[in-house]
């Protein structure tokens, strides 16, 4: 594909529900990040990959969040029992090799927590 | 953790005049980068200009040029010739070498252009 891609874009979640967020990095990118944005702020890194190896999850705000990139592709997000301070914007990014080139971004997961 | 500090929530500019966007950060380190993204409303966050620490000369990119003081630890980004498409949220980020993944974002910087 061209660029990063994301699904879904939107996700409206009752209070408690599980949730799972996808990314599709570009083809051929070693380097996976997820980051939170929340409403006026900055991104917050979440995670980090280097092909299927989670190499830092110290951005995790609690252990209800969970990502895996099993096949060094394809990533997914997913918080476990979601809470209404999860909303946010959730970011992924992708880089060509050891995540010192140039992070491109996907056009972000808008969850909603009611 | 380094800090990185965008003083302006808001600008906004005539419609082919010239904005200036602050940012400073706070680092111990001496090698580094910096980076300046555009996240317009449709929420997809792009690369405007990076720039390395070790490098004197400011980098620019087309109508977008930085100025780099590193002594001050000061980053801004100017904006020259504004166009109603540069409208958007504009983030500056720290990457440190040590911990080359990690982008920390300031707050933003929401410009608006008027017609």
């Known amino acids: 594909g061209a660029g990063v891609s994301q699904s879904p874009r939107y996700k409206v979640a009752k209070r408690g529900q599980d949730v799972a967020l996808r990314c599709d990095p570009i083809?051929?990118?070693?380097?996976l990040f997820w980051y939170q944005q929340a409403l006026g702020q900055g991104p917050e890194f979440l995670t980090y990959?280097?092909?299927?190896?989670?190499?830092?999850k110290s951005g995790l705000p609690s252990d209800r969040f969970f990502a895996e990139r099993p096949e060094g592709s394809v990533s997914t997000l997913k918080i476990q029992r979601t809470q209404q301070e999860d909303s946010a914007v959730y970011l992924c990014?992708?880089?060509?090799?050891?995540?010192?080139?140039?992070?491109?971004f996907g056009p972000g997961t808008r969850l909603t927590v009611l | 953790a380094q800090t990185v500090t965008q003083s302006q929530p808001e600008m906004s500019v005539q419609e082919a005049e010239t904005v200036t966007l602050s940012c400073t950060y706070d680092?111990?380190?001496?090698?580094?980068?910096l980076f300046w993204y555009k996240q317009p409303p449709s929420r997809q966050m792009i690369l405007v200009i990076r720039?390395?620490?070790?490098?004197?000369q400011n980098a620019t990119e087309n109508r977008f040029s930085v100025n780099f003081q590193k002594a001050a630890k000061s980053f801004s980004l100017k904006i020259s010739d504004s166009q109603l498409g540069d409208a958007a949220m504009y983030f500056c980020?720290?990457?440190?070498?040590?911990?080359?993944?990690?982008?920390?974002f300031g707050a933003g910087t929401t410009v608006t252009v008027r017609a």
């Open positions: 990014a992708s880089s060509l090799a050891r995540a010192t080139d140039t992070q491109y």
């Open positions: 083809s051929g990118h070693v380097s």
């Open positions: 990959f280097q092909n299927e190896a989670q190499l830092d």
């Open positions: 680092t111990s380190e001496s090698d580094y980068y």
């Open positions: 720039q390395e620490a070790y490098k004197q």
């Open positions: 980020a720290y990457r440190s070498p040590s911990n080359d993944y990690k982008l920390s």
